[in-house]
Nanobody, 124 residues
Framework: QVSLVESGGGLAQAGDSLRLSCAAS????????MGWFRQAPGKEREFVAA????????KYADSVKGRFTISRDNAKNTLSLQMNSLKPEDTALYYC?????????????????WGQGTQVTVSS
C-alpha cells in the first residue's frame, strides 16, 4: 500500500507562485508514473501534470503548460509541482497520484493511489 501526503497549498494572489509537495510512504522507485490532479467545486477532477519514473518525461495540461513544472526526487520519495504565474482559475483542491503503469496517463481512473489533497486558492 502507498500513502501519499500533499503539502504546500494555501492562499495566493494572481501572478504569485506556490510549490506543492507530495511525500510517499514507500520508495518512489517502486512507483512508475506520478501525477497531479485538481478539482474545483462543482467540477470533475482534472489532469494537471504527470511524470515518469526517472523524471525524464513529463506531460502537462494545456491550461498549465509553461507555468507549472512537475518534478520528482526518488531518493527523497517526493513529488513536487512548482506553480508560477498563478491565476484565479487555478483555484482547486490539488491531489497527488501514483500509478503502477509506465505510461503517463491523464485519466484519474488510471491511477492506483491518491493523497487527500491540498487546497490552493488564488485571488484576483
Amino acid at each position: 500500500q502507498v500513502s501519499l501526503v500533499e503539502s504546500g497549498g494555501g492562499l495566493a494572489q494572481a501572478g504569485d507562485s506556490l510549490r506543492l509537495s507530495c511525500a510517499a510512504s514507500i520508495t518512489t522507485f517502486s512507483i512508475n508514473a506520478m501525477g497531479w490532479f485538481r478539482q474545483a467545486p462543482g467540477k470533475e477532477r482534472e489532469f494537471v501534470a504527470a511524470i515518469n519514473r526517472n523524471g525524464g518525461s513529463a506531460k502537462y495540461a494545456d491550461s498549465v503548460k509553461g507555468r507549472f513544472t512537475i518534478s520528482r526526487d526518488n531518493a527523497k520519495n517526493t513529488l513536487s509541482l512548482q506553480m508560477n504565474s498563478l491565476k484565479p482559475e487555478d483555484t482547486a483542491l490539488y491531489y497527488c497520484a501514483a500509478d503502477r503503469s509506465w505510461s503517463l496517463q491523464v485519466k484519474p481512473s488510471s491511477y492506483d493511489y491518491w493523497g487527500q489533497g491540498t487546497q490552493v486558492t488564488v485571488s484576483s
